[in-house]
């Protein structure tokens, strides 16, 4: 399938990298590279060309050994959205590596979003010795007290400077010795060569990116993670719940007779399930314990994470005709794809399917050469974990609207 139409106007925008040119390979530049001196993971130009120099488990052990020690660790907490979840699951496993974590969620404790997970699971935390408190990061020294003293602080929160900053300036000011951030493999600008490696042009109006720039031009020890999609207990970005609410689920016979009188809805097995386009675009979902374990090796080894970047994703594609049968298998039942072309039919894709519509897929590369990481995802088994919270959690048995996918099914 040819891959995104609107990567025309990147084939030749590069933040740096190797691409190939006439035969030759070319090193590309920006002055995007002044802000990332480290941020560079180059592309394969050729068969020919020298394969990048592989970090050894020796070299990497021995940057662990030299910023070994139990740290004191500040994570900035997102209150909404999918990345709250990477905080979660970053503490669990540094407080199991014997670290102090101290965890500042936006917001207030008694608000109605910390009644759902992952914050509904803060006593995991709490219990295993972190520290959590709520406040506004804005005046973050406030929020943790005047005393608190930390080693690493990670933002997983801010998405431009005007919210991160204060959080540098502050960690700058009281002596932080490493800085991370939790960016966005959405920043990337659209490649007619997919995958996304560390390196690759950026959309310079994104929020994401000024931040990077910020935070390379106030630490030497930084390091920035782009994630995309991910999946895992305690999330509650409704993606996979999408397929799910979807035409995959299965009711108990004894549930039929509680909705034969309501209109035909999505839970109801048979309903075809809507893909925009042909259902072979390619995108990433990652386990979130993978990307937490990515952000903790940059904590356990922070020089050798010093000024890079890192895609947080896992090292598996799927497609969405991928992703549905999988969802189905891990709910038991047999799916109908109908594909359809939104413009045709008249629907927002964005509105109509909970991924972007076109090729969307990032590697690991940086992470493996650098920290040794490796991904321990596994979509089939992990959406089933999933689907066992969505059954039990009585969703499948709710009423819902499906304006759009009745529209789509009748044009098509």
Same mark, same amino acid.
């Given at each position: 399938?040819?891959?995104?139409?609107?990567?025309?106007?990147?084939?030749?925008?590069?933040?740096?990298?190797?691409?190939?040119?006439?035969?030759?390979?070319?090193?590309?530049?920006?002055?995007?590279?002044?802000?990332?001196?480290?941020?560079?993971?180059?592309?394969?130009?050729?068969?020919?060309?020298?394969?990048?120099?592989?970090?050894?488990?020796?070299?990497?052990?021995?940057?662990?050994?030299?910023?070994?020690?139990?740290?004191?660790?500040?994570?900035?907490?997102?209150?909404?959205?999918?990345?709250?979840?990477?905080?979660?699951?970053?503490?669990?496993?540094?407080?199991?590596?014997?670290?102090?974590?101290?965890?500042?969620?936006?917001?207030?404790?008694?608000?109605?979003?910390?009644?759902?997970?992952?914050?509904?699971?803060?006593?995991?935390?709490?219990?295993?010795?972190?520290?959590?408190?709520?406040?506004?990061?804005?005046?973050?020294?406030?929020?943790?007290?005047?005393?608190?003293?930390?080693?690493?602080?990670?933002?997983?929160?801010?998405?431009?400077?005007?919210?991160?900053?204060?959080?540098?300036?502050?960690?700058?000011?009281?002596?932080?010795?490493?800085?991370?951030?939790?960016?966005?493999?959405?920043?990337?600008?659209?490649?007619?060569?997919?995958?996304?490696? =560390?390196?690759?042009?950026?959309?310079?109006?994104?929020?994401?990116?000024?931040?990077?720039?910020?935070?390379?031009?106030?630490?030497?020890?930084?390091?920035?993670?782009?994630?995309?999609?991910?999946?895992?207990?305690?999330?509650?970005?409704?993606?996979? =719940?999408?397929?799910?609410?979807?035409?995959?689920?299965?009711?108990?016979?004894?549930?039929?007779?509680?909705?034969?009188?309501?209109?035909?809805?999505?839970?109801?097995?048979?309903?075809?399930?809507?893909?925009?386009?042909?259902?072979?675009?390619?995108?990433?979902?990652?386990?979130?314990?993978?990307?937490?374990?990515?952000?903790?090796?940059?904590?356990?080894?922070?020089?050798?994470?010093?000024?890079?970047?890192?895609?947080?994703?896992?090292?598996?594609?799927?497609?969405?005709?991928?992703?549905?049968?999988?969802?189905?298998?891990?709910?038991?039942?047999?799916?109908?794809?109908?594909?359809?072309?939104?413009?045709?039919?008249?629907?927002?894709?964005?509105?109509?399917?909970?991924?972007?519509?076109?090729?969307?897929?990032?590697?690991?590369?940086?992470?493996?050469?650098?920290?040794?990481?490796?991904?321990?995802?596994?979509?089939? =088994?992990?959406?089933?974990?999933?689907?066992?919270?969505?059954?039990?959690?009585?969703?499948?048995?709710?009423?819902?609207?499906?304006?759009?996918?009745?529209?789509?099914?009748?044009?098509?």
């Amino acid at each position: 399938m040819a891959f995104s139409s609107t990567a025309a106007a990147a084939s030749t925008a590069f933040v740096s990298g190797h691409r190939r040119r006439g035969g030759a390979c070319h090193l590309l530049s920006s002055s995007f590279l002044i802000a990332f001196p480290r941020a560079v993971a180059a592309r394969r130009c050729g068969e020919a060309a020298a394969a990048p120099r592989r970090v050894g488990a020796v070299t990497v052990r021995a940057q662990a050994a030299a910023g070994a020690g139990k740290k004191s660790v500040l994570i900035v907490n997102t209150n909404g959205g999918g990345h709250a979840v990477i905080g979660f699951y970053l503490a669990k496993d540094l407080l199991a590596a014997g670290h102090a974590v101290t965890v500042l969620t936006v917001g207030d404790e008694g608000s109605d979003k910390m009644k759902k997970p992952p914050f509904s699971r803060f006593s995991e935390l709490t219990s295993a010795g972190a520290t959590t408190v709520w406040g506004d990061p804005a005046d973050v020294g406030a929020a943790v007290g005047g005393g608190a003293s930390f080693d690493v602080v990670l933002d997983n929160n801010g998405k431009d400077l005007d919210a991160v900053k204060p959080v540098v300036d502050w960690a700058k000011a009281a002596g932080v010795a490493q800085f991370l951030f939790v960016s966005s493999a959405g920043i990337y600008t659209p490649s007619d060569e997919p995958p996304h490696v =560390e390196g690759d042009a950026v959309k310079e109006s994104a929020g994401h990116v000024g931040v990077e720039k910020y935070i390379a031009e106030q630490f030497g020890s930084w390091a920035s993670f782009r994630p995309q999609y991910m999946i895992g207990s305690g999330n509650n970005k409704d993606c996979e =719940e999408w397929f799910f609410d979807s035409k995959i689920t299965q009711i108990p016979p004894t549930k039929f007779s509680q909705i034969s009188n309501r209109p035909k809805q999505r839970i109801v097995r048979g309903r075809p399930v809507p893909i925009p386009g042909s259902g072979m675009q390619v995108t990433n979902i990652s386990h979130v314990r993978d990307l937490a374990s990515m952000v903790a090796l940059a904590v356990e080894s922070p020089g050798a994470a010093a000024g890079r970047i890192f895609n947080c994703v896992s090292d598996r594609a799927v497609t969405f005709n991928g992703l549905v049968k999988m969802c189905a298998a891990a709910a038991g039942a047999q799916p109908e794809i109908l594909h359809y072309d939104p413009a045709a039919v008249g629907v927002d894709a964005k509105k109509a399917f909970p991924f972007r519509n076109m090729h969307f897929y990032a590697e690991p590369r940086a992470a493996k050469e650098v920290l040794g990481w490796r991904s321990s995802t596994n979509l089939p =088994e992990d959406l089933k974990e999933r689907f066992a919270e969505y059954a039990s959690s009585g969703r499948g048995q709710k009423e819902m609207s499906f304006d759009l996918d009745d529209k789509i099914i009748a044009a098509a």
